[in-house]
């Protein structure tokens, strides 16, 4: 029964951040961050599955760890963007806890886990991208709701936020890369 009402709250708020995201914030709010880890480890199974059915269905070998590294990359691509958050936050919204940094990071990449089941047939990546605009909205008004950060500069705070998660996990991506991992 706990686990029903577990795999409920998640479908529930999987909905109502990218139907009614202004509402959802709120509740989000009243939230511990235990909430934002386990809609992260739980999302991130969306795209690891996705990406292990395409490489199946094809003709490609199958990596060695494939599916682990992809599970992990995703997981640790949401928690790169609440750290840049965190680290942003100082300039923008002083009062933002690395708390609330995970809540936006964590939620706000909703519409990108929810798209990527889809990645079971590649000419449906567009719809990947397309999400990511909903993202950098959701980001937005999370940034604006949970952290602080005043409306005139919510956008350019998750703009380079985006930038600096980008290029900490093209860095890290290499390191990993370098060292004989992937």
């Known amino acids: 029964a706990a686990r029903r009402a577990v795999r409920m709250d998640l479908m529930l708020r999987i909905i109502r951040i990218v139907v009614s995201p202004r ?11 235990h909430h934002a880890l386990i809609h992260i480890f739980a999302l991130s199974l969306l795209p ?3 990406s292990f059915i395409n490489v199946r269905n094809s003709d490609l070998p199958l990596p ?17 963007i609440a750290a840049a958050f965190w680290l942003l936050a100082r300039m923008f ?45 959701l980001y937005y008004l ?13 956008a350019q705070f998750v703009a380079i936020a985006l930038v600096l998660a980008i290029v900490a996990s093209t860095l890290g991506g290499g390191a990993v890369g370098a060292l004989g991992l992937l």
Do not use: K
Not at 142 to 154: I, N, S, Y
């Open 23 to 33: 509402d959802e914030w709120q509740r989000i709010a009243a939230d511990g961050w």
């Open 48 to 50: 690891t599955f996705a």
């Open 64 to 80: 060695p760890n494939a599916v682990l590294v992809t599970y992990c990359a995703s997981a640790f691509g949401v928690l790169t």
């Open 93 to 137: 919204a002083p009062g933002a806890t690395l708390e609330r940094c995970v809540q936006v990071a964590a939620f706000g990449t909703t519409p990108l886990f929810v798209a990527s089941a889809l990645l079971v047939m590649p000419v449906l990546a567009i719809v990947c991208v397309i999400s990511l605009l909903h993202v950098f909205y």
């Open 142 to 154: 999370g940034a604006r709701e949970l952290l602080g950060v005043p409306d005139e500069d919510a």
